[in-house]
């Protein structure tokens, strides 16, 4: 510490100027650099902030829009929907009301027809689609329904077509009150105690005398789950004689019917005016037999609020759009009526399914804005790097310029003092040597002069 002190004042006030010129020009240095680096890096965190928050509000603003879109979207859907659903179930309620006309007409008037070739479950035409079955009641004595058996069999005359002009038909029938049932296609497999008074689309259409739709039911030729379309047939004297039946199974419900605009994302369920469900996905009798009751879910009945409200104004007839939980997640179901049945086509849609596009792009935007932070934080530290570099280059070359100006101010001064020294002490011929080309040097000679 000594020693510096001593150099210190052994330097010029020119000397000391300098040096500290120089200092504070690489404090100057430093503080600036300081600044920038700390400016820089909150206009990058500034950046930053500013791009996520803009990117939030772009998603949640696009989520907005995605979802009022999706909801005329899926109000739009289950209104055609219905409307597609109502013409085809309208279909099949004109076939079966075609079938009911010519039925009367053999009912009324058999004597104008004559013997056909009849075809028990036993007995295998050559082509399953010329004609029908017929299967009897267990009660039933074949010789006591014979006449009828023969008339009925002209039913083929009006089976055939309609069978053949409408591919969601899966079986076209008539069950008599004698305990006969003939059924086109022909086929086998009828279970022996089968007998068509006691089903439920027979009842119905005896109990309302009119059209109607039957519940889910199993299928007694084993195609699964079924609804009848059925309609009575009456003599002259309005005594009911025959029902006629169409049937559509639950696949083909879901598949063909109800399904058809509705696409992978989402799915329709079928409500019944009650609010039990007639088809949705899934909706299997499993390995119950067809002699066995079948009932689905009743939705008004749900433990979920949200789901109850939906069922009731689907029971309602209403048309509309809810949001609810269920099945694991948040679902929208938009509703319309099919006015022929009295049913209500829900579509039910997942609401992530509905804003995918917006989570995909929040899920793009935080990754280009970690992209864009890691960018930035490598840039600052590249330029805190260079920042660093060029502090200790300059430093090293002011330290270096400082000491050279000094030793070049310095010595001749210093020499200078010597030469007043040993004049002082009488020596007259001491000879200061300054070679330095400037005021110094014309000092020195001034001195060794006046020596």
Not at 189 to 218: L, N
Not at 254 to 271: F, H, P, V, W
């Amino acid at each position: 510490m000594k020693e510096k002190r001593a150099l210190w004042s052994r330097l010029g006030v020119t000397a000391k100027i300098l040096i500290v010129f120089l200092a504070l020009s690489i404090a100057s240095l430093v503080i600036t650099g300081s600044i920038a680096l700390i400016t820089i890096s909150g206009v990058g965190d500034y950046a930053l902030e500013s791009g996520i928050s803009l990117g939030n509000r772009a998603v949640n603003d696009s989520t907005i829009a995605l979802e009022n879109d999706a909801e005329e979207y899926l109000l739009r859907m289950a209104t055609d929907q219905a409307a597609i659903s109502n013409t085809l179930f309208e279909r099949v309620e004109a076939e079966t009301s075609i079938m009911a006309q010519f039925a009367s007409t053999l009912v009324n008037d058999p004597s104008s027809y004559t013997h056909k070739p009849l075809y028990a479950q036993n007995v295998t035409p050559e082509d399953v689609y010329v004609c029908s079955a017929y299967a009897l009641a267990p009660d039933v004595d074949i010789a006591a329904v014979s006449e009828e058996l023969n008339v009925s069999s002209y039913m083929d005359d009006i089976f055939i077509p309609i069978y053949a002009a409408d591919p969601h038909l899966t079986w076209v029938y008539i069950g008599t009150e004698s305990g006969i049932l003939r059924i086109y296609p022909w086929c086998s497999g009828i279970d022996p105690s089968f007998d068509p008074r006691v089903r439920g689309w027979y009842m119905k259409a005896k109990e309302t005398g009119d059209m109607s739709w039957s519940d889910p039911y199993i299928d007694v030729a084993w195609h699964g789950l079924m609804v009848t379309c059925s309609k009575p047939v009456y003599n002259s004297n309005d005594d009911l004689v025959w029902v006629i039946g169409a049937d559509v199974t639950i696949e083909t419900i879901n598949q063909k019917i109800i399904n058809t605009q509705i696409g992978e994302l989402g799915y329709a369920i079928l409500l019944d005016e009650h609010g039990y469900v007639i088809a949705r996905p899934g909706l299997s009798a499993g390995d119950m037999k067809w002699d066995e009751s079948f009932e689905t879910e009743n939705l008004p009945l749900s433990t979920n609020a949200e789901l109850r409200a939906i069922a009731k104004n689907m029971t309602a007839g209403n048309t509309g759009i809810a949001r609810c939980r269920f099945e694991g997640g948040e679902k929208y179901i938009a509703y319309a009526p099919i006015r022929c049945t009295n049913w209500s086509v829900g579509v039910v849609m997942p609401v992530e399914e509905i804003i995918a596009p917006a989570l995909t792009t929040k899920g793009k935007i935080i990754a280009a804005t970690q992209d864009t932070s890691e960018h930035i934080n490598r840039e600052l530290d590249n330029m805190k790097k260079i920042f660093f570099g060029i502090f200790i280059a300059l430093f090293l070359g002011v330290s270096g310029l400082s000491f050279l100006l000094s030793r070049i101010i310095t010595n001749p001064v210093m020499r200078l003092k010597e030469g007043s020294e040993a004049i002082g002490k009488g020596d007259l011929d001491y000879k200061v040597d300054v070679k330095t080309g400037d005021e110094f040097e014309e000092l020195a000679n001034s001195f060794n002069e006046m020596a």
